[in-house]
C-alpha cells in the first residue's frame, strides 16, 4: 500500500521539575514518551518515585501513537500522560490524573486537523486540607476541535467569550497579585468579540475552582496561592491550529522549599509534508 506520508509529532511527561531550594536539582523527567515522525507506538512507565520530602508518585505513564487511518484518509495520533498517587510536601494531593491530546489529521492537502482533549481527567484533588471542587471545561475544548471551530464560537456565542474573559481575567490586570500574572497572558487585554491570540496561539483555563477564597488560601479561578507553599495551577491549554499542549497540574514552590513540579503534560501534533501529502 502507497501510505501518504505525514510529518507526526506526540510527546508526553509524567513528571518534571526543578529543586532550587533547600537544594539545587532537576526532577528528571518522569515517564516520558515521544513518538518518532514516522509514527508508530512508544511507551513509558516509572512506578513509586520519591525525591526527599518535595515530591512522590505511585505511578507514572505515558503512550503515544500514531496511524494512517486508510478508510478516512487520515492521520490519527493519541498521546497520554498519566499520575497516581502524587504528593506534592503533602500540601498538593492527586489520586490520579490524566492528560490527553487526540488528533485527526486529514491527509487532503489543506484541510484542518481535529483535535480533542477529551479523556483527560483529575480526581481526588487536595490542596491544603481542602477537597477541591473544579468546574471542567474540557468538555467544551474538546468539540471545539479546529481553530475555525474555536474562532467562530468565540465569536458567536456571547456566553462562552464572557465565561472566557472571567476566568481569564482579560483587562483585569488590578485583580490579581503580582505573583500570579505570568498564568493570565490576557491580563492587560481589552475585551474583544475575537479570540484572544498571539501569534495563532491561544492559551485557555480549563477549570475554575469553586472553593472559596480563606486567610493562607487564595483562589484566582484556576490558581490558589497557598501561605508558606506557593502557587498551585490546575489545568492549561495551549491551542494552535494544529497543536494542543495540556498541562494539568503545576506547582511553583515558594517557602520555605524554592522550585517547580509539573504534572501531567502531553502534547501532540502533526502536519503533511511540503508536498502536501504525495506518497
Excluded at 508518585?57 to 486508510?70: F, I, R
Excluded at 471545539?144 to 482579560?170: C, G, H, N, P, W
Aim: aromatic letters at 8%; one cysteine or more.
Amino acid at each position: 500500500m502507497n501510505t501518504p506520508r505525514f510529518l507526526y509529532h506526540a510527546s508526553a511527561v509524567g513528571l518534571a521539575g526543578e529543586v532550587r531550594r533547600p537544594f539545587q536539582q532537576p526532577i528528571h523527567a518522569q515517564a516520558t514518551t515521544a513518538l518518532p515522525r514516522y509514527g508508530g507506538h512508544a511507551a513509558s512507565r516509572v512506578d513509586n518515585f520519591q525525591l526527599a520530602d518535595i515530591v512522590t508518585h505511585s505511578t507514572a505513564s505515558s503512550d503515544a501513537t500514531g496511524v494512517y487511518n486508510q478508510l478516512s484518509n487520515s492521520f490519527e495520533t493519541t498521546v497520554k500522560a498519566t499520575v497516581t498517587g502524587l504528593d506534592i510536601r503533602g500540601v498538593v494531593t492527586v489520586e490520579s490524573l490524566t492528560s490527553m491530546v487526540h488528533s485527526t489529521h486529514p491527509a487532503t492537502k489543506g484541510a484542518e486537523p481535529h483535535i480533542s482533549v477529551s479523556g483527560s481527567e483529575i480526581n481526588g484533588l487536595r490542596v491544603a486540607g481542602r477537597d477541591i471542587v473544579l468546574e471542567s471545561r474540557l468538555e467544551i475544548y474538546s468539540k471545539l476541535a479546529t481553530m475555525t471551530a474555536l474562532r467562530d464560537y468565540y465569536k458567536e456565542t456571547a456566553d462562552f467569550r464572557e465565561d472566557f474573559e472571567r476566568a481569564a481575567f482579560v483587562g483585569r490586570e488590578s485583580a490579581l497579585p503580582e505573583d500570579v500574572w505570568h498564568f493570565f497572558p490576557w491580563r492587560r487585554s481589552k475585551s474583544s468579540a475575537t479570540l484572544h491570540e498571539d501569534q495563532g496561539l491561544t492559551i485557555v483555563p480549563l477549570y475554575t475552582i469553586k472553593n472559596p477564597s480563606e486567610p493562607g488560601f487564595e483562589v484566582y479561578e484556576n490558581v490558589i496561592k497557598v501561605a508558606d507553599f506557593g502557587r498551585v495551577h490546575i489545568g492549561e491549554l495551549i491551542i494552535q491550529g494544529d497543536r494542543r499542549r495540556l498541562l494539568m497540574v503545576h506547582a511553583d514552590l515558594g517557602s520555605p522549599c524554592e522550585g517547580c513540579v509539573s504534572a501531567g503534560c502531553s502534547d501532540g501534533n502533526g502536519t503533511n509534508p511540503p508536498d502536501g501529502g504525495g506518497g
